[in-house]
């Protein structure tokens, strides 16, 4: 999905992506902690040790840069390479003082935010990303499926999301990122609410309503 950056690239030298989330959109690196850049004729995951071997796998179209200790001597090298003069990135992303450390690290580099644009890359779906929504859709139709011999009152709703999980992991899907949710079953408000408002795994037996 790389290639939808390219777009962006009309505009800014080059596109700094540190969201988990779009760093596996347009990457296909799922680690949930590094970097991805994209310039005009370059590409590259900026990982730590234990990335560099998983970076490499997953994201076939970059090259893989390690970094220890000073993150950006790596990317001050990849702006001078690729004569980077701006830099567009996920503003809503960044922290205050991580903003800050950029613009005091990138001096070359102007830093322009570019959120909404990069967000709205993802909402026009490819052929192949339709292709890939219809069949997660029929993975999760399956589950469905199958879970419904087992929804009956007393089975925990620990026990029922595991067998949910594990019908979806058998039907094809890819391991869940730890970064991005964990698979939760609610069968009445009172679980509902304790584990939203409170964010605890508490399991609850089902009873003979479902939640409202």
Known sequence: M????????????????????N???FSEFDGGEGYVLTCK??????????????????????SVIEFSGNLFEKLQDIIKENNVKSIGFEDSELSFSTYKKFLDEL????????????DA???????EEIAKME????????????I????????????????IEYSMRKNG??????????????????SASVKILFNREKSSPCTTGFSR
Do not use: C, Q
């Open 135 to 146: 069949i997660a859709e029929e993975i999760g139709v399956k589950a469905f499926l199958h």
């Open 107 to 118: 001096k070359n580099a102007e830093l322009l935010p570019l959120l909404s644009e990069i």
């Open 41 to 62: 004729h370059a590409r590259y995951v900026l990982v730590d040790s234990r990335y560099t071997e998983i970076a490499t796998l997953m994201a076939k179209d970059f």
């Open 173 to 190: 899907i890819r391991t869940i990122p730890s970064w991005l949710f964990n698979t939760m079953l609610f069968t009445s408000w009172v």
């Open 23 to 25: 760093m596996r959109y």
């Open 121 to 127: 890359l993802r909402m026009v779906k490819s052929p």
């Open 2 to 21: 790389y290639k939808k950056l390219l777009e962006m690239l009309k505009n800014v030298d080059a596109v700094l992506l540190t969201s988990p989330h």
């Open 148 to 163: 419904l011999k087992y929804l009956k009152i007393g089975v925990s709703e620990s026990d029922i999301a595991t067998e």
